[in-house]
Every structure is written in C-alpha cells, then in structure tokens.
T-cell receptor
C-alpha cells in the first residue's frame, strides 16, 4: 500500500507552461517535504511545509500543504528545461525521523 | 563542504556474489539512512542508524542484506548472496536529527547495482 500517491506520474510540457503536481494521502503527516532528483544523482530537498494550509514560494515554485495535512501540491510557473527531473514528496509522521516517499512525478520540460 | 560520498558508483556482479556498498556521511551528522530505489517500488528505506546504532531495520528485505556503521564516518550495506531482483540504485543519506521531526536528509549520488 502506497501511503503517498503522486499525480501525474509523468508530465511532458513545453517551456513556458505552468504545471501542478499533487501528493495525496489518507494519513495525516506532521510535515511534508518536496525533493527534486536529477538523473544520476540523489534527491535534493526543495522545501519543508509543516503547518496545515501553509504556502511557501521558491522563485517560480509554489508549495502548499493541505489544511488537514494529508495532501500537498507543487505548482511551477513558466517551466524551464532546468526544471526537468523527478519530483518526490515525502511525509513525516508523529515527529519521527522516518520519511515516507511518494511514488514520484517525472517531469520533462521541452525547449 | 563534501557531501555524502558513496562508492562504488556502479557495480555489476553475478548472481550469488557478495556485494558491499560504502557510504561516508556528512561530518557532524548523527543519522544515516540506506534507501533502495526502483521504478516499481520507488524509494524505500532499508535501515536507519542514529549515533552509529541501528534503530530501524524493518525495511531490510531479508537476511541476505546486512548493514553496519562501525563509526560516525563510515557505513556499509552488504548483500550476500546477491540476486537479480536486488538490482536497483542504492542511496545513502545523512542528517542531523535533533528530535521533534524529520530534518533535511542529504543524499549521496547513489550506487547503481546490476546483478546478472
């Protein structure tokens, strides 16, 4: 059973388009992290959201944590080829060390 | 600053052989994680060490897998004997866990293991 479901699994868009990636669960998380992984490398943390309803912006990336802390979204404005990669959400439960990773969204931004 | 270092980057071996993956965490970090990533199952936690002590090994697939952390700057993940289904990318990550929630995990570049 996958605790964190990400959608879509794959996304191929043209440079300049906007997109949203979703991370959903039936479980409540203490916090949620978003990572980006490029080919041949390990995941790199983008952001951590901890409060229900929280919105964080990182340049063209906007992250939102759902009010009930069961879901999150990542919105990218005016996507660029450099945004290409695998986006992973990871949830933490009960203020634990353990992260539960989502299935990932593979994004390709075509020039 | 050096990040998490893993070796080898690529390993190709034959079924039945012993495989040892190595990791050097970031200096000063007290937590170390071994993950396995496959297309089918995504990123899975295999084992977690805190202050060199294994805390959670519930993700270790079976007795063929073992991990050690003899000191704060080195860890190994061993597979003996290896099987084709062990083929995956294995990541080591470290963090400075201060309690009260997950801190930033810093991942190494991974070891791509192929078992023929």
């Amino acid at each position: 059973t996958q605790l964190l479901e990400q959608s879509p699994q794959f996304l191929s868009i043209q440079e300049g388009e906007n997109l949203t990636v979703y991370c959903n669960s039936s479980s409540v998380f203490s916090s949620l992290q978003w990572y980006r992984q490029e080919p041949g490398e390990g995941p790199v943390l983008l952001v951590t959201v901890v409060t229900g309803g929280e919105v964080k912006k990182l340049k063209r990336l906007t992250f939102q944590f759902g009010d009930a802390r069961k879901d999150s979204s990542l919105h990218i404005t005016a996507a660029q080829p450099g945004d290409t990669g695998l986006y992973l959400c990871a949830g933490e439960r009960d203020s634990s060390y353990k992260l539960i990773f989502g299935s990932g969204t593979r994004l390709l931004v075509r020039p | 600053d050096a990040g998490v270092i893993q070796s080898p980057r690529h390993e190709v071996t034959e079924m039945g052989q012993e495989v040892t993956l190595r990791c050097k965490p970031i200096s000063g970090h007290n937590s170390l994680f071994w993950y396995r990533q496959t297309m089918m199952r995504g990123l899975e936690l295999l084992i977690y060490f805190n202050n060199n002590v294994p805390i959670d090994d519930s993700g270790m697939p079976e007795d063929r897998f073992s991990a050690k952390m003899p000191n704060a700057s080195f860890s190994t993940l061993k597979i003996q004997p290896s099987e084709p289904r062990d083929s995956a990318v294995y990541f080591c990550a470290s963090s400075l866990w201060r309690g009260g929630g997950a801190d930033t995990q810093y991942f190494g570049p991974g070891t791509r293991l192929t078992v023929l």
